[in-house]
Nanobody, 127 residues
Framework: QVQVAESGGGSVQAGGSLRLSCAVSAYTYRRNCMAWFRQAAGKERERVAYILPIGGSTYYTDSVKGRFTISQDNAEFTMYLQMNSLKPEDTAMYYC????????????????????WGQGTQVTVSS
């Protein structure tokens, strides 16, 4: 099973930027659909972005489109979330996730099955 560890969070003012990192196990990195989630206080965990293992196509939730960019570095076995133009509503604990599709299912569906959550990394954006 994939192992993940998030880092790079911090406190910034609105309009600032942060880059989150997710270290993943070398063996599973090339095979898994990768995603970033976040969970704000009092809210459910939300899928922020995900990237496909083949071709690297990316997808984002509407609230972060144009501001966040998901990427991966295969050589370093690391996934990133570049966050620009941060807003107070981006404040949350951010988690990474990975899952391997089965029986031809989509990455969207595969990621929904992920439950091996790490510690997460806190992002706090002030006005």
């Amino acid at each position: 099973q994939v192992q993940v560890a998030e880092s790079g969070g911090g406190s910034v003012q609105a309009g600032g930027s942060l880059r989150l990192s997710c270290a993943v196990s070398a063996y599973t990195y090339r095979r898994n659909c990768m995603a970033w989630f976040r969970q704000a206080a009092g809210k459910e965990r939300e899928r922020v972005a995900y990237i496909l293992p083949i071709g690297g196509s990316t997808y984002y939730t509407d609230s972060v489109k144009g501001r966040f960019t998901i990427s991966q570095d295969n050589a370093e076995f690391t996934m990133y979330l570049q966050m620009n133009s941060l807003k107070p509503e981006d404040t949350a604990m951010y988690y990474c996730a990975a899952a391997s599709p089965i029986y031809g299912e989509s990455c969207y569906t595969a990621i929904a099955r992920f439950n091996n959550w790490g510690q997460g990394t806190q992002v706090t954006v002030s006005s």
